[in-house]
């Protein structure tokens, strides 16, 4: 390794401003151009900005991570509030970022620098997601990564770069693409004559150990390696690192404010009012439609789908015509919540500002040589509004992390509260805060204590993330429709979920809540998701459709595309196919009518409900009642299965009771039940969509809108 001591943290801010490389030399040079009427004083504060923040002759770490649901997030946070809280002597900074908010060459370019002083290293935690592909806010690096544009970039690496690489999958539902992206990525590197530092690691989540269990055993050997890397060289001393620390400093504008990672300037309200934008996420038409520039898709209609019940089913009909949104049968849509209004008005008061939130506009700007991307566009050209960020950019609704309960102790300013917050972060974390749902405006009211200004907030809350839904109607009656003269359609069906917790308070999930309160002419930002859910291309292919509450939604848009097939061909013929629905009570049904109808024009053979509060009925009873019917689909006539079901256990139940079936009918061991599973997935029969990872990730809980 390559350790030095240099002489001074400038002179070592200089050398790394240089050193990044030509394009975030380029990046760098650009931002300062543009800004220059803004901020004259920017390079000096650039210089104070990073001269407490990196030790000269130690590790520096960059911890990349791309996550869907959190877990990924989850683990590139704690090691760094671990590395940090130990203060090894051998370690500088260590900084997390979310691959979205960095350019993929400044991501491999940390990795390679070294000599003079400096030994940095990239590690890349990495979920896998979709069908072995990587997760929405690692797409733009990971394709980068693997095209040509980085050929260049990595061959003039010069010196062996450091990166290492530690996946996320999970082996027991997806075999056949477990850790695809990790595997992937370190192949690449290979090819380019490259490798890691340190053997990839690999986090099961659906193995015995548990994946938490896997990241813990490749971390503690991944940490020792760097330690042992140290060779004596760095000095024993601790770093004075800790990062993010507010700056205030001499020589800048009185209207200027930093919270140790981004400048704010504020502005006049009456001047700039016109020149906010209705949507933090602004799509931008010469890009194409991605969770980084989400679509504002217009709601044509919403409905109460079942206003007998006490619990809500909705359904949101966004208007497609002259959009860039398209979608295939059984895909996804990715919708963007905000934050209640109510959360909004408790941190107001919390806050305690002289101006109300939605009348501070202001500017952000990440320093020059900053890696990280600002999360947002507010130049004065385009500047936000503080309500606006706070009810469209940052999850206020999300269980608290224990990292950002550490930054609220280090705020707290009466010792008992400190040392509370303390024990929540780390031994009551369980009981006292992720199990009761507390979000972050919960803990500012707990402990009013806490001093903290809407700078530091921006600096250390997590952003919201889109939450995806079954698309509940058809590509192919949109066509009909086009026809008929008709709008085109997207229909989303949904549940808000509402959660009532034992200590009598209730959680509401974020996006279902929010898309429960918009209305007809409201936008919603939206980005559509290829899937593999779809129906076999063979008509006559037997299926079985397993639909828990409002995981009908797929079902629903199969049927109405078995409409249109139907109309276009009247004598085609489909195999044979099971509708099990599994829903509370009989007020809970929907899509009633069209069921029947279905039912009635053999678009479907079969339809069962079963009802698990008022007969004790759930689908995995009834799957036990068809046996024989199930057990021809799928086994005899290797038909397909379609799952989509919200409560935890659905699909496990659902799973259990179709090896029953398969090793009754068999007069077969159990193990023969597990292997008609494992066949089915092989053979692509078995599609599964809504996962339940509830408990699992504290903050970003967002595959299924039951959970949100
Ligand atoms: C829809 C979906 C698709 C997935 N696809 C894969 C896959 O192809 N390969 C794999 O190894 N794991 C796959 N996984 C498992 C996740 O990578 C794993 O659960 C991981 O812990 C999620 O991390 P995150 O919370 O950071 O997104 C998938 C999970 C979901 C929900």
């Known amino acids: ?106 991501a491999v370019e940390f990795g390679m620098q070294e000599g003079n002083g400096l030994y940095n290293v990239v590690l890349f935690v990495m979920s896998n997601y979709g069908e072995g592909q990587p997760t929405d806010n690692a797409k733009q690096f990971y394709d980068w990564l693997m095209s040509d544009s980085s050929t260049k970039v990595l061959q003039n690496a010069g010196k062996k770069p450091h990166y290492a690489i530690f996946g996320l999958g999970n082996s027991a539902n997806f ?126 209609s919403a409905k ?74 507010a130049t004065p050209e385009k500047p936000v509004s503080l309500h606006q960020v706070l009810s469209q950019f940052y999850d206020l609704n999300g269980v608290v992390t224990p990292t950002l309960l550490t930054f609220l102790a280090e705020k707290a300013t009466e010792e008992s509260e400190k040392a509370k917050l303390e024990q929540l972060r780390s031994v009551e974390y369980l009981s006292g805060v992720k199990n009761r749902m507390l979000n972050i405006v919960d803990i500012l009211e707990m402990f009013p204590s806490i001093r903290v200004t809407w ?46 917790q034992p200590d009598g308070r209730t959680f509401y999930g974020l996006c279902s809540n929010y ?21 076999p291309q063979n008509p006559m292919t037997p299926i079985l459709m397993l639909a828990g509450g409002t995981g009908i939604a797929p079902m629903r848009a199969f049927i109405d595309e078995r409409r249109v097939l139907k109309q276009k061909n009247p004598s085609i013929k489909f195999g044979p196919s099971v509708l099990l629905y599994g ?44 046996s024989q019917l199930i057990y021809d689909i799928l086994k005899t006539n290797k038909g397909h299965m379609y799952m989509c079901g919200g409560v935890a256990g659905f699909g496990t139940k659902c799973y259990d009771a179709l090896k029953k079936v398969v090793t009754h009918i068999d007069n077969a061991p159990a193990e023969a039940g597990d292997a008609f599973i494992d066949l089915m997935r092989k053979e692509g029969r078995c599609l599964r969509i809504w996962l339940i990872k509830l408990l699992k990730a504290p903050i970003l809980c967002k595959y299924s809108s039951r959970c949100n």
């Open 515 to 535: 898309l429960g309160t918009l209305k007809s002419h409201d936008y919603c930002q939206s980005v559509v998701r290829t899937s593999s859910f779809r129906l």
């Open 583 to 626: 829903v509370r009570d009989e007020t809970e049904i929907i899509y009633k009518d069209e069921i029947e109808m279905a039912l009635k024009d053999g678009l479907i053979s079969d339809f069962y409900v079963s009802f698990s509060h008022t007969h004790g009925k759930m689908i995995s009873d009834s799957i036990w009642e068809h």
């Open 175 to 300: 075999p056949e693409r477990y850790q695809a992206v990790g595997r992937k990525m370190e192949k690449r590197l290979n090819d380019l004559g490259l490798s890691l530092v340190f053997k990839r690691g690999e986090g099961d989540d659906g193995g015995a150990e548990g994946i938490e269990t896997d990241f813990e055993v490749w971390k503690n050997e991944f940490v020792q390696f760097l330690k042992e890397q140290d060779n004596g060289t760095s000095t024993s001393q601790t770093c004075s690192v800790p990062p993010e620390k507010p700056k205030e400093s001499e020589g800048l504008p009185p209207d200027t404010t930093s919270n140790g990672k981004y400048f704010f300037r504020t502005l006049e309200f009456e001047k700039y009012r016109d020149k906010l934008r209705q949507f933090i996420r602004e799509y931008d038409s010469s890009q194409s439609v991605s969770p980084k520039n989400p679509y504002s898709l217009l709601i044509d």
């Open 304 to 377: 109460n789908l079942c206003p007998r019940s006490s619990r809500k089913r909705l359904e949101l009909e966004f208007a497609i015509d002259n959009t860039p949104i398209n979608y295939e049968t059984g895909d996804h849509i990715a919708l963007f919540p905000m934050n209640s209004p109510d959360l909004l008005r408790r941190l107001e008061k919390i806050l305690k500002l002289d101006t109300p939130m939605d009348r501070i506009i202001f500017t952000l700007q990440t320093p020059p040589c900053s890696i990280e991307s600002p999360p947002f566009v």
């Open 1 to 106: 390794m390559f350790k030095s001591t240099l002489s001074s943290s400038a002179s070592l801010l200089s050398r790394r401003c240089i050193n990044v490389g030509s394009s975030s030399r380029k990046a760098a040079s650009s931002v300062v151009k543009n800004n220059t009427l803004d901020y004259p004083f920017f390079s000096s504060v650039n210089r104070l900005f990073h001269s407490n923040r990196l030790c000269s002759d130690k590790t520096n770490m960059l911890i990349c991570f791309g996550s869907q649901t959190g877990t990924a997030q989850m683990f590139a946070e704690g090691l760094r509030s671990e590395l940090l809280g130990k203060k090894e002597p051998w370690l500088a900074n260590v900084k997390v970022v979310d691959l979205n908010d960095i350019e993929p060459e400044k």
């Open 455 to 500: 700078q530091d907030l921006i600096g250390v809350l997590p952003k919201i993330q889109p939450r995806y839904y079954s698309i509940s109607s058809s590509r192919l009656e949109n066509e009909e429709r086009i026809k008929r003269g008709e709008k085109q359609i997207l229909r989303v069906t949904f549940s808000p979920l509402v959660w009532p």
